[in-house]
């Protein structure tokens, strides 16, 4: 078997609405059973409100935060993204957690993975609301998503002694 080199990244279309790539590979994570036009009607009505959220705003937040939807997407998606996770090394017939460095496709992956999976886990509202809320907590670097970065940081920095079995 050759590489594992494929052309899903030069065939990735960008969304029609935004013309971003990130958003239409979150758009295909969204998507379940393979409905792409619900898990566009999700993404895109959790985007609207989000900007709904952003015109409420008072003053003094509105000054901080970003002005579009998409631009608090990516604002939430850059605070969520791992720099550090930690693997499991057997190493001399013990198991250690050894911290390793993230590359770009796998920081992206984990981020989508945990701020779907936030949205998905809370119950009773619609997932549109659920997801628009997720990621405004995510850009207030608040919410589930982050608190999953925040434990995976600690759990890397806790066992920083067995970062010299990372080879």
């Not at 899903?8 to 792409?36: A, H, W």
């Not at 990516?74 to 013990?94: D, Q």
């Not at 995510?138 to 970065?149: L, W, Y």
Request: net charge positive; charged share 30%.
């Amino acid at each position: 078997m050759a590489g594992r080199i494929t052309h899903s990244e030069f065939q990735l279309r960008p969304d029609p609405r935004y013309g971003d790539r990130t958003l239409s590979k979150f758009i295909n994570c969204v998507m379940f059973d393979g409905k792409k036009s619900v898990a566009v009607r999700v993404v895109y009505d959790a985007l609207d409100e989000m900007q709904r959220r952003i015109d409420k705003l008072d003053k003094e937040t509105a000054e901080t935060m970003p002005k579009t939807a998409i631009e608090l997407f990516h604002l939430a998606l850059n605070n969520v993204k791992p720099e550090v996770e930690v693997r499991s090394k057997r190493v001399g017939g013990a198991n250690y957690q050894v911290p390793m460095q993230l590359n770009k496709r796998r920081q992206q992956s984990l981020t989508f993975r945990w701020i779907i999976d936030a949205a998905r886990s809370e119950k009773g509202k619609p997932m549109h609301l659920r997801l628009a809320k997720e990621l405004m907590d995510a850009a207030k670097r608040e919410g589930k998503a982050m608190s999953t970065r925040e434990q995976t940081h600690r759990m890397a920095e806790a066992n920083k002694a067995f970062a010299h079995f990372a080879w």
